[in-house]
């Protein structure tokens, strides 16, 4: 992999501030309340270089379909995973928007037939962030048009190249094993 492109790879993290200024203080004993903690997004250089993407097996992030992902219509992706291979190639401010809560619209190509990848885009399509701290992609249209189902297992990584999502379907239940086992 020498031949491929280094991205700009800027790691994000939150900086937490324990400690209150000398101004914060005075002011939370005049007001008579606590000082509150508080955490802000901020990119550093990474002493590491950015995970490298394997052309031949790009899928960084596996998921197996859980019967929450078929009803939200949305793949799960955990904190350290969006971190790590999604949010090191976004801009801070995109990253921040994300991480203060708000939904960011994303394109996906489901490349699971190589020779005629699908793509999808618009409102209904983007990265928001759940309450525990991980993410959601919300596709609906993807898990209808692929019959995505309980136990099938997806890849995903975020292309730099592109800034878009690559989607793959690395194995499906079968129809037999899911009526056999009453699996939706």
Not at 22 to 44: D, P, Q, S, Y
Not at 68 to 94: H, M, N, Q, S
Request: glycine share 4%; proline share 5%; with cysteine.
């Amino acid at each position: 992999m020498s031949d491929q492109k280094e991205f700009l790879s800027l790691k994000k993290t939150f900086f937490y501030n324990f400690f209150p200024s000398k101004e914060e203080e005075e002011a939370c004993k005049l007001n008579n309340t606590l000082f509150v903690v508080t955490r802000e997004l901020i990119e550093i250089r990474d002493i590491y270089p950015p995970p490298k993407i394997d052309l031949e097996n790009p899928w960084q992030i596996k998921i197996k379909i859980t019967s929450y992902e078929v009803e939200a219509g949305a793949l799960l992706i955990p904190y350290i995973k969006t971190f790590e291979y999604i949010l090191r190639y976004w801009t801070l401010d995109l990253a921040k928007i994300l991480v203060n809560g708000c939904g960011v619209c994303v394109q996906v190509w489901d490349v699971t037939m190589d020779n005629a990848p699908k793509k999808y885009e618009g409102e209904r399509v983007y990265l928001w962030k759940l309450c525990n701290d991980d993410y959601a992609l919300s596709c609906i249209e993807l898990f209808n048009s692929s019959r995505l189902g309980i136990g099938d297992e997806i890849g995903l990584f975020w292309d730099p190249r592109s800034s878009n999502f690559m989607f793959k379907l690395l194995s499906q239940v079968t129809l037999e094993f899911r009526t056999k086992n009453n699996i939706p």
